[in-house]
């Protein structure tokens, strides 16, 4: 059985009449990228900020290896590292500066160079911070976030406002730090960052967990299966392809069929490879954290924020 390293019971934050956290709990477990997925205002920075000693809960009781957030502060700050969502660092001083910098607040600290090596940024050792791209400049939050070799480490929305490039070298890295048995809590409104990065995913909206589990696990449950796409199918693939599922319908030049069961994909590839069905290809679209995300909640996540119909949701 999976080693607890966190703990969370009930967990509630108000500010005044605000419910930031709405008694929430759940675990998280020595090694996992554990992922809090969710639009801007859902409660993830406020929930990771309690878990690091950071903010003060209004109640419920949250241990962190082990230890109470309220009685062992200095302890537990000694064994995790954070990455805040608005991470900044020394714009004069370099990569390597900087890190052993914010390593000189550390009894115990890695060597710079190796942690510079484990965010692939060995060419970019000796360079100002300012000259980095932001995607670099995440990376060097990571490692600073790792100068105390901790055994859980904190991302707060790592790689908003990145582009696709950054992104995926920033994802690149954390699959590095799990490969070497860090326990990794992840806040993101991405939903593929979720999906490839986690190994479970707690969605919340509103301050609480709507659903949790492993990303194939949700998507099981709440999805709506596999959809195969006929790229410009005629209305003879259409005509074949009636009846073979619960739905079948066109949009615009193409043809839409949610496959009720993998069983049902032979027959479609063969109906539409009869005499006289004509299509340009055929694409396969399984379901998403996205999708799920719509289902439960009946609204789309754009930029952290949620939109229904068009319009960005009211808090």
Not at 146 to 160: G, S
Request: with cysteine; glycine share 10%.
């Amino acid at each position: 059985m999976a080693e607890s390293v966190i703990t969370v019971q009930g967990l509630v934050k108000r500010y005044g009449d605000l419910t930031a956290v709405d008694h929430i709990d759940f675990e998280v477990y020595r090694g996992e990228v554990f992922s809090m997925l969710g639009p801007n205002g859902a409660g993830k920075t406020t929930t990771v900020e309690i878990m690091e000693c950071l903010r003060t809960k209004t109640e419920g009781d949250v241990t962190i290896l082990g230890m109470d957030i309220e009685r062992k502060v200095r302890d537990i700050k000694k064994r995790i590292g954070v990455l805040p969502q608005d991470f900044n660092a020394f714009d004069l001083l370099t990569v390597k500066e900087n890190i052993e910098y914010f390593g000189g607040m550390f009894k115990h600290q890695l060597p710079a160079d190796d942690l510079i090596e484990t965010v692939n940024l060995g060419e970019k050792r000796d360079v100002y911070f300012k000259n980095l791209s932001g995607g670099l400049k995440q990376r060097v939050g990571v490692a600073i976030s790792m100068v105390n070799d901790p055994d859980i480490i904190f991302l707060d929305e790592p790689t908003t406002g990145l582009d696709p490039v950054a992104r995926r070298e920033v994802w690149e890295v954390i699959k590095d730090l799990k490969s070497k048995g860090k326990t990794i809590i992840l806040t993101t409104h991405y939903m593929e960052e979720a999906e490839v990065l986690s190994d479970r995913v707690g969605i919340i909206d509103r301050g609480k967990f709507i659903t949790m589990g492993s990303p194939n696990d949700i998507i099981d449950r709440y999805g709506t299966g596999t959809t195969m796409i006929v790229r410009g199918g005629d209305d003879t693939a259409l005509q074949r392809l009636q009846g073979l599922s619960s739905k079948v319908e066109r949009k615009g030049n193409d043809i839409v069929v949610r496959l009720d069961s993998k069983d049902v994909l032979p027959e479609a590839i063969m109906r539409i490879h009869e005499e006289g069905v004509h299509y340009e290809e055929v694409q396969m679209r399984r379901s998403t954290l996205e999708d799920v995300f719509l289902t439960l909640t009946g609204k789309r996540l754009e930029n952290g924020e949620e939109v229904k119909k068009g319009k960005r949701v009211k808090k």
